[in-house]
């Protein structure tokens, strides 16, 4: 099992940018599939972000609605994962969630759905003003 906290979170002005850091404890997770979700008050939580840096089963995803916009990253010396927003609107306004996956590599189905992954941790706020 992995640990898993997020920082970076607060507010903006549209177009504004933040970086959501996810830095991990417990093992090294260099390998894993690590994806960012986001939750909005009444709504699902939904995919945004995923990526595993491994030779098998590596890729990098993103949702539509932030392809562009996002980047995902990692820094392996700080067993951290980044998401960098920019152009931020108000629909991104949001609780952020970083997860994690170990094992086996995830089919690209399966990689978009929260109950893929089995460490998460507890969030942080995004909100972005109009």
């Known amino acids: 099992q992995v640990q898993l906290v997020e920082s970076g979170g607060g507010s903006v002005q549209a177009g504004g940018s933040l970086r959501l850091s996810c830095a991990a404890s417990g093992r090294t997770f260099s390998t894993d599939r690590v994806g960012w979700f986001r939750q909005a008050p009444g709504k699902e939580r939904e995919f945004v972000a995923s990526a595993s840096w491994s030779a098998v089963g590596g890729g990098i995803y993103y949702a539509d609605s932030v392809k562009g916009r996002f980047t995902i990253s990692r820094d392996n010396a700080k067993n951290t994962v980044y998401l960098q927003m920019n152009n931020l609107k108000p629909e991104d306004t949001a609780a952020y969630y970083c997860?994690?996956?170990?094992?086996?590599?995830?089919?690209?189905?399966?990689?978009?759905?929260?109950?893929?992954?089995?460490?998460w941790g507890q969030g942080t706020q995004v909100t972005v003003s109009s």
């Open positions: 997860a994690a996956r170990g094992g086996q590599p995830l089919a690209s189905v399966w990689i978009r759905q929260p109950s893929s992954y089995d460490d």
